[in-house]
């Protein structure tokens, strides 16, 4: 019992903090997601591709040469350097070069490989982990890092609880640094995501008490063992690291400074970047990749990544208990439509619940694609066969949104179903949403771990604490796989759970899965190395710049 | 020193405009649907974090309270603090201005650049084919969008000839010169042909006064003629003109910041739209209105060292 009633809290924790992390319905849900409400959501912003991806690192030729400047053109600024308690994508990407944490995720973001530490041990019940630390690992102020610094970092990040990243490590019980080179954590229950959460950005290793300063001043100029070491930061203008003398890796980093300048205009950031004074766009806006991919010297590409865009119907409302109506919808829409209306072709639809770049996404899921016919048959079977008259919200200023809500409109139509399109300020579609105020809003997701259940408890769980992301919906059925995959550890085990899952909430149709879109990148090709995962990190000691 | 009596006078009826101003400024958040704090605090708002603002702007008092205290901050350079930012606003729009400043000044001193000579060269020959040219071409910059025109400038000077960086500002005054060169040519573009046709009509008018046909016959260069007596005489309805479209060309710099990437006021406001960043719009629609002001009475005094004959009352 106990164990349940903790399992409850972390998932109300879940529920809480994707809250905070997702904000809105807004299409630019993140790894780390509210930076895309500030930063203009939607297309041009995080987005993963699915099969579209075709994120290769950049053309390896020659060995790495040391030097540089790497400028970074970006969308908006990062917000702050607490790793704990952050969740805006800008300032992650910059903090992970800082900060580094015991494990990281792999290449094919459906992994973790040992980082600061070299390996573990797992106890026979599943409720101990010894960690083994790296050795020779140095801060940037030089001191060695040791098991006492692990323990401090991770406590600190547990304690933020529901007002950080601290729900992550809602199974952990103690842990304990028995010697220099250990550390060993003691579950409350068997919790198969937990090496993924010791891998997530929040549980990077800081050095003990903060060196000697408050939480507040140490994150003004954050000190870590990453290959990166705080420079400056000109708040909405600039953000500049330099190298870190004491790195790890011998012979990384092989830039001397990296530089985020904010360019918020997609059109300058594209000039800036044909222009010569960015080596590298992180946004570029989908509406300007073919003009990049078109320059001579310049790559333009989409990685594969984690972020889905679905449609979110209110089963509080009528009649969308009736799951024939859901259906309907699901079967009405036309996804590549959207996918070449809204990302410019670069994207595919979206068949499953879970993102391909996910761990255990199953592409054979055959979910509910775009039919006509069988939209027309499942109108016919359902409550309300002459149609009906049914609004979504959309978040006033996002194009993204107001664009599929208009295609959405024509293809419901056919179907009798009358769509009006509610334009609100994005804070009062967010009460709305909380409220259940609503009949039908647009929603996303990208994942923050390489483990599904950070997904799937929110999404499919009533008790996720966002009544199963906001559908009111309830299928005891998926909820109770959900739960036992929680708890497997056999990896093979958990893939029969989650295909099931993923079956079983495609035909239930709480929410009509959209479309999976890429994250956009380009830059010079001078640039080596450089490399996103699924989930949005990208490892800037890889990478250099040729003369 | 007589002559610049008139400006206490000037800043005392300048108080009027101020107070327009914020009253303007004080009640665009309570134009928002809903909640003021609720609205200002944006989408991650806390209860906590509302009920401060709610304490702190008396929202529960009556409205001319709310202004009140809405005066007691402004007086104390409290605009609050940034959503996105998380810093005082004041210390946001502050360390912007140079950059707005810069922009402005160095597009006036471009689009005069411009201007005097083109302008001369119609005026001397009124009706000849240059005077044609000079008065049709320089149009088309007046027709054509800033936005549009700077694009246009970045992919030719700086992308396709990489002679001009495509944004930012630079460090130190003569890098700021070659940063914000483009930018300012693109405000003194829209400019130039308003400046142009104003002091070529009035360089026509004084070319046919007595005095310019005294200092003919008494022999002058015509050079001296042309620069000494024609084109200041001519300067003063120029800077009338002028110091009416600088009003505009403080607007011109939001499109024109953004475009470039410039870190100024404009770019500044820009982006705390997009962003929701409320408190940082009302500083930066501030600090512009008070700009606009500001330039009012710099042309004002402009004019009286151009001609010692204006007094102002």
């Not at chain 2, 008092?61 to 609050?80: C, E, N, S, V």
Request: with cysteine; proline share 6%; net charge negative.
């Amino acid at each position: 019992m106990r164990t349940t009633n903790r399992l409850l809290t972390a998932l109300v924790a879940v529920a809480a903090m994707t809250l905070a992390a997702c904000s809105s319905g807004g299409s630019g849900a993140g790894a780390g997601n509210t930076s895309a409400d500030a930063s203009g959501t939607g297309a041009g912003s995080t987005s993963p591709a699915a099969s579209g991806g075709t994120g290769s690192p950049t053309t390896e030729t020659g060995t790495p040469v040391s030097g540089g400047d790497l400028v970074i053109a970006r969308a908006a600024d990062a917000l702050a350097m607490n790793n704990t308690n952050t969740f805006d994508n800008n300032s992650i990407f910059v903090f992970e070069q800082i900060m580094e944490p015991l494990f990281t995720v792999t290449d094919d973001g459906k992994g973790t490989k040992p980082w600061l530490a070299t390996g573990y041990q797992t106890s026979d019940d599943g409720l101990t982990y010894t960690v083994t630390l790296r050795q020779g690992v140095k801060f940037s102020n030089g001191d060695p890092m040791t098991s006492a610094d692990v323990k401090f970092s991770i406590d600190a990040a547990t304690a933020t609880g529901d007002d950080g990243w601290g729900y992550i490590n809602a199974a952990i019980d103690t842990v304990t640094a028995p010697d220099p080179d250990t550390v060993v954590f003691k579950l409350k229950y068997q919790w198969a995501p937990f090496i993924a959460d010791l891998a997530l950005f929040s549980n990077a290793i800081v050095p003990k008490d903060y060196d000697g300063q408050s939480a507040d001043e140490f994150y003004q100029h954050p000190v870590g063992t990453g290959p990166f070491v705080w420079d400056k930061w000109e708040k909405g203008k600039a953000l500049t690291l330099k190298k870190n003398p004491n790195y790890w890796q011998q012979g990384k980093p092989y830039l001397d400074s990296v530089t985020w300048n904010v360019v918020p205009d997609g059109n300058a950031r594209k000039l800036q970047l044909q222009g010569g004074q960015a080596s590298i766009d992180e946004y570029p806006d989908w509406s300007t990749m073919d003009d990049l991919k078109a320059t001579s010297g310049i790559t333009a590409t989409t990685f594969p990544s984690t972020q889905l865009t679905l449609l979110t119907m209110n089963q509080q409302k009528k009649p969308f208990q009736d799951v024939h109506v859901r259906r309907a919808i699901a079967a009405a829409i036309d996804r590549q439509a959207i996918v070449k209306a809204v990302l410019f072709g670069n994207g595919s639809a979206a068949n499953s619940l879970l993102m391909p770049g996910v761990p255990y996404y199953d592409k054979n899921t055959k979910g509910i694609q775009f039919d006509e016919s069988l939209a027309k048959a499942e109108m016919a079977k359902s409550s309300v066969p002459n149609g009906f008259s049914t609004s979504v919200l959309v978040r006033s200023g996002d194009s993204t949104q107001a664009s599929v809500a208009q295609i959405l409109q024509g293809e419901l139509e056919p179907l009798g179903i009358k769509l009006e399109i509610k334009q609100l300020d994005p804070t009062a579609v967010k009460t709305a949403r909380n409220a259940g105020d609503f009949d039908m809003l647009f929603g996303g997701w990208t994942m923050d771990i390489p483990d599904p259940d950070e997904w799937t408890s929110f999404a499919v769980d009533p008790k996720g604490g966002a009544h199963a992301d906001y559908t009111w919906g309830n299928d005891p059925e998926i909820v109770k796989i959900n739960k036992e995959a929680q708890q497997t550890t056999d990896t093979a085990k958990r893939q029969e759970l989650y295909s099931k899952l993923q079956s079983l909430a495609a035909e239930d149709s709480a929410e009509a899965y959209l479309y999976y879109s890429p994250y956009a990148y380009a830059w010079e090709n001078k640039v080596h190395g450089f490399f996103v995962t699924p989930l949005g990190n990208y490892h800037l000691e890889d990478v250099w710049l040729s003369k | 020193m007589e002559r610049f009596r008139f400006i206490p006078r000037r800043l005392l009826q300048a108080i009027p405009v101020v107070f327009g101003v914020t009253v303007i400024v004080f009640f665009l958040i309570h134009l928002l649907p809903g909640d003021p704090a609720q609205a200002a605090m944006g989408e991650h708002a806390t209860a906590a974090g509302v009920a401060e603002l709610h304490e702190k702007w008396g929202l529960d008092k009556p409205i001319w309270t709310q202004y009140l205290m809405f005066l007691d901050r402004l007086i104390h350079a409290d605009l609050g603090d940034s959503l996105f930012y998380r810093l005082p606003v004041t210390s946001l729009v502050v360390d912007r201005i140079p950059v707005t400043l810069f922009l402005v000044a160095y597009s006036v001193v471009l689009a005069v650049a411009i201007s005097v000579p083109l302008a001369a060269l119609a005026a001397v020959r009124p009706g000849a084919l240059r005077d044609h040219v000079v008065r049709a071409v320089p149009l088309v910059g007046l027709g054509m969008p800033q936005f549009w025109v700077g694009i246009m400038l970045i992919l030719l000077l700086a992308v396709r000839v990489k002679l001009f960086p495509v944004g930012n500002y630079g460090n130190g005054a003569l890098e700021h010169l070659w940063y914000l060169f483009l930018p300012s040519l693109t405000l003194a573009i829209a400019m130039a042909p308003i400046i142009i046709r104003s002091l070529r009509a009035s360089m026509i008018s004084v070319l046919s006064a007595d005095f310019v046909a005294t200092a003919r016959s008494k022999g002058l260069p015509r050079r001296s003629v042309l620069l000494r007596h024609v084109l200041r005489n001519s300067a003063i309805p120029t800077v009338t003109v002028i110091g009416v479209n600088l009003g505009y060309l403080v607007g011109g710099t939001l499109v024109v910041e953004k475009v470039f990437g410039l870190p100024g006021l404009g770019g500044l406001m820009v982006n705390s739209i997009f962003n929701r960043d409320f408190p940082v719009v009302q500083g930066a629609s501030l600090v512009l209105a008070l700009f606009v002001v500001l330039i009012g009475l710099v042309t004002d005094i402009i004019y009286t060292i151009l001609d010692p004959r204006v007094r102002f009352r």
